[in-house]
């Protein structure tokens, strides 16, 4: 029979009672989450989470110096709302050696989501001459790269909007112009010096303002009257005159839209006619497509001249 040479009880060697302990070393264990975006800060960086109880294990894991481990976390459901903090326990058992660690949890908000609360905001982004086209791919765009508007104001022929990155919305700004065309102007300006750092703290305007036509409208511009298919710094699309694509730049350049009508055809050989819709008499068109005698087409005048669409 074999008996432990400390206490005398009946055991394989040293028992468990007089088996010397290993001191378990761990790091204070403070974890804090963001309550709006599903991010907890560790190593001095954001991280995505899935799993509250899985962040904490993972945690405390990093933090015990000890070879061989488990890990059973005694903490309540957290509700994850802003100002929350809760102290919790960590049960940790080391070669069937109970010991535990405390730790707390915050709830608060990151980084980000922190510009989000109250009137923070880096630039102003002021739109004009927009349509709704326009403002969706612009909200859509601060979804995807999480930046947030402050504060809205109309104005009469737009909308001025306060967010929370200068740098995204300078490349709002270029994205807008090569999508949408009209132009952007940048204007850059000190806010206040930062008391670390003592460098000066800019904030940045981004006026963008839209072109008053789209693709699809058709403009003269250069003695050419350009059926509009994609609007950049130049505007590209088909020559209603030769049928040929053409392609225009828009800067210092003076323009019309010409606005379309519905007309009825009135004549199909020789050539092209219509009815026109002010004096009912029958006129050429400058342009050919296939149609039908009486069909209704959309047509462009310039000057009395008419262009079939």
């Known amino acids: 029979m074999e008996f432990c040479p ?40 954001w991280t995505t989470y899935n799993d509250v109880e899985a962040v904490v294990k993972k945690i405390a894991a990093d933090s015990i110096k000890a070879e061989k481990f488990t890990l059973k976390l005694i903490m309540p459901e957290i509700q994850m709302k802003p100002g929350i903090e809760e102290e919790i326990s960590i049960e940790v058992d080391i070669d069937d050696d109970i010991v535990y660690i405390p730790a707390s949890i915050t709830v608060s ?14 630039g102003t982004l002021q739109l004009r001459n927009v ?73 940045v305007n981004v006026l963008y303002e839209a072109a008053d036509f789209k693709p699809g409208d058709v403009v003269k511009i250069d003695n050419k009257i350009i059926l509009v298919r994609k609007i950049s710094k130049t505007i590209s699309g088909v020559d209603l005159a030769t049928g040929n694509n053409a392609s225009v730049d828009l800067k210092n350049k003076e323009y019309k839209v010409l606005k379309p009508m519905i007309v009825k055809i009135s004549k199909v050989h020789p050539e092209l006619e219509i009815l026109d819709p002010e004096t009912y008499q029958s006129i050429p068109l400058r342009n050919k497509k296939s149609v039908k005698l009486g069909e209704k087409v959309g047509v462009v005048s310039d000057n009395g001249i008419y262009y079939i669409l």
Do not use: W
């Open 131 to 203: 349509d709704d086209a326009i403002i969706n791919f612009i909200r859509t765009f601060f979804k995807k790269n999480r930046v947030f508007v402050s504060k809205e104001k109309k104005q009469k022929n737009g909308i001025d909007m306060n967010v929370t990155d200068k740098k995204r919305i300078q490349n709002l700004g270029v994205l807008l112009q090569k999508r949408f065309g009209g132009s952007i102007k940048v204007s850059p300006h000190i806010h206040t010096q930062d008391r670390q750092t003592s460098k000066q703290v800019y904030r």
């Open 6 to 45: 400390g206490c005398g009880k009946k055991s394989k060697g040293i028992c468990k009672d007089c088996r010397p302990h290993e001191e378990i070393k761990v790091k204070d264990i403070n974890i804090k989450f963001c309550s709006v975006c599903k991010k907890y800060f560790y190593k001095n960086r």
């Open 109 to 122: 908000y990151c980084n980000i989501c922190s510009k989000n609360q109250g009137d923070y905001f880096e």
